[in-house]
């Protein structure tokens, strides 16, 4: 069974640093890519970082901040958030996808259940 399971979430000061942590079951980065999406209320899910076994790709609003990695023998994916700003407050979901790069969340087909990020300034 395909699983996503987001942790890592919570409060940060502006500035600060977080790191988001996603659990992958049922598939591996050999043959899937996962991103990280996050989503304000009353906005759609916004694109922020994708990877798999061969690319990276950062929306250009998070590229110098956000910076996403993998541990594949433990089957995870990482984002770290750094410099972290009050507007950067959001549920944070990951995502799988068949390929890395500018992603909609149309192009996702299974997700996680996602993590609170609030920033405080």
Not at 31 to 59: M, N
Request: hydrophobic fraction near 35%.
């Amino acid at each position: 069974e395909v699983e996503l399971v987001e942790s890592g979430g919570g409060l940060a000061q502006a500035g600060g640093s977080l790191k988001l942590s996603c659990a992958l079951s049922g598939f591996t980065l050999d043959d899937y890519a996962v991103a990280w999406f996050r989503q304000v209320p009353g906005k759609e899910k916004e694109d922020l970082a994708c990877i798999s076994k061969t690319d990276i790709h950062y929306a250009d609003f998070v590229k110098g901040r956000f910076t996403i990695s993998a541990d594949n023998d433990r089957n995870m994916v990482y984002l770290q958030m750094d410099n972290l700003k009050s507007e950067d407050t959001a549920v944070y979901y990951c995502a799988r996808a068949n390929y890395c790069g500018p992603l909609s969340q149309n192009d996702m087909d299974h997700w996680g259940k996602g993590t609170q990020v609030t920033v405080s300034s």
